[in-house]
């Protein structure tokens, strides 16, 4: 089926058709979960993955799948990329770009706050590879570009981190990286397509965890890397078909079900967040929150400039954090205490500052320890705002910090 121009079209009607068609055979309207792993072919078809096309029949799933593909379609368009593969996870997608760029002997230079399990396999497995994996405070683009200058191959960011909300200037973080003849990687999982198009602002790739915000209800896992057609054509056949972390047609679907919705979902947890984040600015049992839309937030400029949508998550520290977070998880009714975000329901957990940095945040300088203790203090909560009445979560967290 000849495939459609969205280019003119609004984000509404891109997540509810980019990618989808009525079934030729049977006329469904809405898309078909395909969960064969297999397909019949003809005589003349490869057995290696070698000699497939990215527009050959379907062959087998960990290769291509009919309701995978509808989904990196889907994403594609809404990203404004050129194409898209798909993952069983978001680690799963960070680590196979890491793994198809990088050798032995190649230097990255990641973010030194980013998401827990990136910052750990980039501690550990990247190392052991013979990688030289130089951490920076990408917000700071004075500290980034002297690092960069250095024979880097690859440029990974996050924006806003995970989970201090701290953002990175995606514009200038990509002149920097291609000046010096690297490539830009964004994880823009807090920001969605919605809010973010790194690869319009300069960025060659583009992370999701498909498991937050675009899937939307906590029910599904998946990844997505985004980016030039040429560059995934490629990583496709070396890294992703080979490694085998193929994303479950059924959670394709799913997470399909849940994009229909995501222009809608984000303006509301939006909404949301901003209401509660002006509700806890006013708790004295509350010493710091940080929202990009708020304009405390000491980079809330740069966030109007580079974020149509300020999304969901808001990180505050409180008095005796430990102890807070004991009583909000005993007291908490509406919303859940747990890891994760991005769900329809509303999520809190509490992070704390040894904890993390004993574990997963390898700071090298004081100046990357001071930016830390200023977003996060001895520890910090991270709010994921869900689609609950706001009034009824102000009161919710109201009794629960008394």
Not at 179 to 186: F, K, R
């Amino acid at each position: 089926m000849r495939k459609q121009d969205f280019s003119t079209l609004g984000e509404q009607t891109k997540a509810v058709h980019a990618g989808e068609f009525p079934d030729p055979v049977t006329g469904a309207s809405s898309p078909n979960l395909v969960m064969s792993t297999t397909f019949v072919v003809d005589a003349d078809t490869t057995f290696s993955v070698e000699g497939m096309g990215e527009n050959d029949p379907f062959v087998y799933t960990r290769w291509a799948n009919p309701t995978i593909r509808q989904l990196e379609e889907k994403l594609a368009v809404l990203e404004d990329a050129e194409a898209a593969v798909a993952f069983a996870s978001g680690m799963s997608a960070a680590v196979a770009l890491l793994l198809h760029t990088l050798k032995a002997g190649d230097r990255v230079v990641v973010s030194d706050v980013t998401y827990a399990a990136v910052a750990e396999a980039t501690n550990e497995l990247f190392p052991a590879l013979g990688v030289d994996v130089i951490k920076v405070d990408t917000s700071d683009l004075d500290a980034l570009a002297t690092t960069v200058k250095h024979g880097v191959k690859l440029v990974y960011i996050e924006t806003p981190c995970n989970p201090l909300l701290r953002l990175t200037d995606i514009g200038a973080a990509a002149k920097i990286a291609h000046t010096a003849g690297a490539q830009l990687v964004v994880d823009s999982t807090f920001a969605t397509p919605i809010a973010t198009k790194p690869l319009q602002l300069g960025a060659d790739f583009v992370i999701h965890s498909l498991t937050k915000y675009i899937g939307g209800h906590g029910d599904a896992l998946g990844g997505i890397l985004l980016g030039r057609a040429t560059d995934l054509a490629s990583l496709r056949k070396k890294t992703s078909i080979r490694l085998g972390g193929t994303i479950s047609p059924f959670n394709a679907w799913l997470i399909l079900r849940g994009l229909a919705t995501l222009p809608l979902r984000m303006k509301a947890h939006e909404e949301n967040a901003l209401k509660i984040a002006r509700y806890l600015e006013t708790n004295p049992k509350v010493t710091r929150v940080i929202y990009p839309g708020l304009p405390s937030h000491p980079q809330h400029n740069l966030a109007r400039r580079q974020m149509r949508n300020f999304s969901g998550m808001i990180a505050f520290q409180a008095e005796r954090g430990k102890e807070t977070a004991r009583r909000l998880a005993e007291k908490l009714r509406i919303i859940h205490y747990a890891v994760s975000l991005g769900h329809h329901r509303s999520l809190i957990f509490y992070l704390d500052t040894e904890e993390l940095l004993a574990t997963s945040f390898r700071l090298a300088t004081q100046k990357q320890l001071d930016s830390w203790k200023t977003f996060a203090g001895e520890g910090i909560f991270r709010l994921s705002v869900g689609l609950e009445d706001a009034d009824d979560l102000i009161a919710d967290l109201e009794q629960g910090l008394m």
